[in-house]
């Protein structure tokens, strides 16, 4: 994931003269806004409960005209909501299957596979390994499958990924 980051940050940088900035997870209670490019320590602190507040005045400042999302691991639910917060499009890069499972890769607990069974079977597995938001497997996936239909564009690594993933978001395919 990190290498396709930076290969992005660097098409950015180089073809198009922008500026690169990453939200991160900080801490369990905070992201940070960082500058992607050359050496910089610039490291903005925003709390989970101030993003859509916070992030919309400094993302004007800096004249942020895109959002790429990677990954939400260590981000709160409302990073949902910031393309529509900041009235931005936005993109989406699939690394792996975490806005179809909270285990990421369709993992058990003992660390197998877990064969991607019926929704009552992951709802189960989610009672037990719960999703980070709280959601339950049937929200999470309508949560996700929602968000995906407003991306401008959904990048996936591979066809086959690109076809489990409409197995679960049939309104992807248009």
């Known amino acids: 994931m990190q ?5 992005v940050a660097a098409l950015i940088r180089d073809e198009l003269d922008g500026v690169v900035w990453l939200l991160q ?3 369990d209670h905070s992201v940070r806004l960082s500058w992607c490019g050359e050496e910089s320590d ?6 989970h409960d101030q993003l859509n507040t916070s992030l919309p005045p400094l993302v004007a ?7 790429h999302f990677h990954h939400f691991i260590g981000l ?6 910031l393309g529509s917060a900041l009235n931005l ?3 989406f890069t699939f690394h792996d299957f975490h806005a179809v499972c909270p285990q990421t890769h369709f993992i058990t607990r003992d660390g197998r596979f877990c064969g991607r069974p019926d929704v009552s079977e992951c709802e189960a597995c989610v009672a037990h390994r719960p999703d980070p938001w709280g959601l339950g497997i049937e929200k999470w996936r309508t949560s996700f499958g929602q968000w995906l239909t407003r991306a401008e564009r959904v990048i ?5 990924v690109r076809d489990i ?3 679960y978001f049939p309104a992807l395919t248009g």
Do not use: C, K, M, N
Request: charged fraction near 25%; proline fraction near 13%.
């Open 42 to 47: 610039l490291d903005i602190p925003i709390a």
């Open 89 to 91: 499009p936005f993109d």
């Open 3 to 7: 290498q396709h980051i930076d290969d």
């Open 165 to 167: 993933v409409i197995e």
């Open 61 to 67: 400042e800096l004249g942020i005209q895109r959002l």
């Open 25 to 27: 997870p900080r801490d």
């Open 76 to 81: 709160p639910a409302s990073v949902l909501q």
């Open 156 to 160: 996936y690594p591979t066809a086959s």
